[in-house]
């Protein structure tokens, strides 16, 4: 069975600081992975996906994460923190590549606080 | 961004009384999913569906029921609200398998359910 680990369900960060959240994946076949952002109030939207092709991946805002098999690993990062990033961000994991009935598992979250 | 609507936006009932929430969407997506999500929890999912008429349980379906007669329409109803049910639902969706299809889920904007 698949799994999510998000370490942290609560980071904070100086404004301009380095951004990083962490996700940790359990999964029986090569998985692809997810992260989602929500914003208060709202559902959630996709920042970026792996699937299978580079493992450094960069998505939108300014966020990338990099999948590492050897570390089943899909951290997500930000080099300087902005107080539009402050949301809650979810780790996602899918196994298979075939997308039929598929279902993504979803991790606890974790809520991103930017200090001024 | 795909065209999912929920209904109610917001609901207050009571327990022991039923409630249907609507999801409906304008993409002609062949899936579509209804999450729970809960502080601690992120989200869970309730049911899914694979396409009219065809529906699948997912992690935390009991006290639960979906249906959906129609691509764009997807209802879950809670036969007799408790408590535990209070929580806030999102539908998803997502198009069929194949080529070029990463499994990105879209979601609404949520429905927030309280049962007293």
């Known amino acids: 069975a698949q799994s999510v680990t998000q370490l942290g369900s609560h980071v904070s960060v100086s404004e301009g600081a380095l951004v990083l959240l962490r996700c940790n994946y359990s999964?029986?076949?090569?998985?692809?992975l997810f992260w989602y952002v929500q914003y208060p109030n709202q559902g959630l939207q996709l920042l970026l996906k792996?699937?299978?092709?580079?493992?450094l991946v960069k998505g939108i805002n300014g966020f990338e994460a990099e999948f590492k098999k050897s570390e089943t690993s899909f951290h997500l990062t930000k080099p300087s923190a902005h107080m539009s990033d402050a949301a809650e961000y979810f780790c996602?994991?899918?196994?298979?590549?075939?997308?039929?009935?598929?279902?993504?598992?979803f991790g606890t979250g974790t809520r991103l606080t930017i200090i001024p | 961004d795909a065209g999912i609507t929920q209904s109610p936006r917001h609901k207050v009932t009571e327990t022991g009384t039923p409630v249907t929430l609507r999801c409906h969407q304008t993409?002609?997506?062949?899936?579509m999913y209804w999450y729970r999500q809960d502080p601690g929890h992120g989200l869970r999912l309730i049911h899914y569906?694979?396409?009219?008429?065809?529906?699948d349980k997912g992690e935390v379906s009991d006290g639960y029921s979906v249906s959906r007669s129609k691509t764009e329409d997807f209802l879950l109803t809670l036969e007799s609200a408790t408590s535990s049910q209070t929580s806030v639902y999102f539908c998803?969706?997502?198009?069929?398998?194949?080529?070029?299809?990463?499994?990105?889920?879209?979601f609404g904007e949520g429905s927030r359910l309280t049962v007293l």
């Open positions: 998803a969706t997502r198009t069929s398998g194949g080529a070029g299809n990463t499994g990105e889920l879209f």
């Open positions: 569906s694979y396409g009219v008429k065809d529906t």
């Open positions: 999964s029986s076949v090569p998985p692809y």
């Open positions: 996602a994991v899918s196994e298979g590549s075939n997308f039929g009935n598929e279902k993504l598992t």
């Open positions: 993409e002609n997506h062949r899936y």
């Open positions: 792996y699937t299978s092709a580079a493992t």
